[in-house]
């Protein structure tokens, strides 16, 4: 990007704020849904690529789809894992292409206890017209 203005100062789009939020969570439980669903296709779609990820300090970027391998979620069915459940899903910066999430969310054994809990800050964007996941931190 050149236009260092729009980089710093988007332009809006005249949508209101909550209507953009709506939107992006919208994403997110549908990335969610299809993740309860163990459908990597379904998550993927959700997704916008490049997809940066941070867990920690290290930094992996997800060039195209289809980068979790087929078994991802035995390790967590052999945990007891049955489904995650958002506790929250906290806007915390909004523009009209884009909504930083502060996520909290937890993985629940099929009686419904917490098997773990995850506090992470999640970026949704809208690119050509549709939102995806574009960033997530752990």
């Known amino acids: 990007m050149t236009d260092y203005a729009k980089l710093f100062h988007p332009a ?17 439980d549908a990335f969610t849904t299809c993740f309860n669903n163990r459908d990597l296709v379904g998550m993927d779609a959700h997704l916008h690529f490049s997809h940066i990820l ?56 099929a009686d419904g206890s917490i098997l773990t809990e995850h506090d992470n800050v999640w970026f949704v964007t809208r690119i050509d017209n549709r939102w995806g996941i574009a960033l997530r931190s752990y």
């Open 12 to 28: 809006g789009t005249g949508e209101a704020t909550d209507a953009i939020v709506a939107t992006a969570e919208a994403c997110l």
């Open 54 to 109: 941070f867990s920690g300090a290290e930094c992996v970027v997800w060039e195209r789809p289809g980068q979790l391998p087929a078994d991802f979620f035995d390790n967590l069915v052999a945990s007891g894992w049955e489904k995650t459940v958002y506790e929250t899903k906290e806007p915390m910066l909004v523009s009209p292409d884009k909504v930083h999430f502060r996520v909290r969310y937890t993985r629940r054994a």
